[in-house]
């Protein structure tokens, strides 16, 4: 085997086989390594299968899992092609001082798309701080979360659950400590994070949960289903993963992503659900969230500006291109839970088109964090991220904060973001806090009883808690 420049090999022999991955000054990186066997041929659309012992040269990242939805330039991600998407990384230090604290990082991207490549995800910063950091990827899109007739619900949620009993069996081995493992996401990743915690694995699999931006939703077959019948008219196929499965994935993709291009954004944010199943999601994690504590604690928090990402010209299509907007209201709302209470409140406060837009923001993050806040009250620290970007909307849009949780403000693809010179110190602040929780189960706040203990992460600002609250009631 040939070292990178700068690199020594460095090798962990474990439960999944011997494993070589590459050693730079005091950290050690595996990256691509497999957990689960590729979900091709006839275990496509099938639940994962944990992947058999080998040995593994983890140099590189593993193939990305095929889109459903591409961001356009500059905003796109390396695609890896290849069958394997199945990986995980793994960031340790390379003397660990004991059994160390894990961290398992679950990416976004509407469930539809997402990689552990992307720079931002980078887990040095942990590992440098004495926390093991795992990255995953898994089956996201028609792949991963469209509902199919013939296959299991919620493919993408239970690869997660595969990876961590990967993490169960190995992490010790990489001086991670298997009792200490904390989940986390980011929207998509968040709302998965979310339903795992809402899950029998809560506790078992893990310690503690953070929820950056997103508590799942979950909805019947019939409204999982619509990327099924993208797929399936594009394609000239069947609805079900029999006939899906006689093209190839990144195809199948490829026809959904060149719809989904056309959509606005809250159908774009919308597409791909979580499913309700008799598994791991039999009804919302929101919903069990907001009856009572879990069975770990929890981080949950969101932006103050969620929406204004969406408001950004070239990332997505023009907002309001399909219909009036009450036309709009009556279809997308309702899925959120919008009901005219609610969206009457709304329209008081803002004009149609703003009105439209921080209701689907808030439906789809704000709302959901506030009601898990409260029903998870003291099992829970919250937090609201605030700070206003240099660039885009200026403002604290969604997806702002992953650079500082995961201190990466240097990335080049975050700086599209946050601009060139983004505040260490906000990094140090929050970065610090997801590591102390990790470790210690409190990231040096108090829990959640009121809107006086959510911690700050920029500007002060408080949230709209009478508006937010329309969101609990029925017409």
Do not use: K
């Amino acid at each position: 085997m040939t070292s990178s420049p700068g690199t020594d090999p460095a090798v962990v022999d474990c439960d999944a086989g011997r494993i070589t991955g590459r050693r730079a000054g005091a950290l050690r990186r595996f990256l691509g390594v497999p957990y689960a066997h590729p979900p091709v041929g006839a275990r496509r659309f099938a639940l994962p299968e944990a992947a058999a012992p080998s040995d593994v040269d983890a140099g590189a990242f593993g193939p990305t899992p095929p889109a459903s939805f591409v961001l356009p330039a500059p905003f796109t991600y390396p695609e890896i092609l290849g069958d394997d998407w199945l990986t995980l990384n793994v960031w340790t230090p390379a003397e660990p001082d004991g059994p160390l604290p894990v961290l398992v990082w679950f990416y976004g991207g509407s469930f539809a798309m997402g990689s552990t490549a992307q720079g931002v995800f980078d887990g040095a910063a942990f590992a440098r701080d004495g926390v093991v950091f795992v990255s995953v990827n898994h089956r996201v899109g028609i792949e991963g979360f469209a509902h199919l007739p013939d296959a299991p619900d919620n493919r993408g949620l239970h690869d997660l659950v595969c990876a961590l009993e990967w993490v169960r069996r190995n992490i010790a081995a990489f001086g991670g400590d298997p009792a200490r493992v904390t989940i986390a996401g980011e929207s998509a990743g968040a709302m998965s994070a979310s339903a795992l915690a809402a899950s029998p694995h809560a506790g078992r699999l893990f310690a503690g949960a953070i929820c950056q931006s997103g508590i799942g939703l979950a909805y019947d077959a019939e409204t999982a289903a619509r990327p099924t019948r993208i797929a399936a008219s594009r394609l000239g196929l069947a609805p079900t993963a029999a006939d899906l499965r006689t093209v190839d994935p990144r195809t199948v993709g490829r026809a959904v992503a060149e719809v989904m291009a056309g959509m606005p954004p809250h159908r774009q944010a919308t597409l791909f659900t979580l499913a309700r199943d008799a598994d791991l999601v039999p009804e919302s994690p929101v919903d069990v969230l907001s009856r009572g504590p879990a069975a770990v604690p929890m981080i949950i928090g969101h932006n103050a500006a969620e929406a204004d990402l969406w408001r950004t010209p070239g990332v997505f299509p023009p907002a309001w291109a399909d219909g009036a907007p009450d036309a709009r209201i009556a279809e997308e709302l309702t899925l959120l839970g919008a009901h005219e209470t609610v969206v009457h409140a709304y329209r008081e406060r803002f004009d149609d088109d703003d009105a439209f837009v921080e209701l689907v923001s808030d439906g789809l993050f704000c709302a959901p964090s506030l009601r898990a806040q409260r029903g998870q009250g003291r099992n829970c620290h919250a937090y609201l991220f605030t700070w206003p970007s240099p660039l885009l909307s200026r403002s604290a849009f969604h997806a702002l904060d992953l650079g500082f949780a995961l201190d990466n403000v240097d990335d080049p693809a975050f700086a599209r973001h946050a601009g060139p010179r983004p505040p260490r110190t906000l990094a140090a602040a929050m970065h610090g806090a997801w590591v102390r929780f990790c470790g210690a189960g409190s990231p040096g706040w108090d829990p959640y009883s009121s809107e006086s203990d959510i911690a700050v992460f920029g500007p002060a600002e408080s949230r709209d808690l009478d508006l937010l609250s329309t969101w609990g009631t029925r017409s």
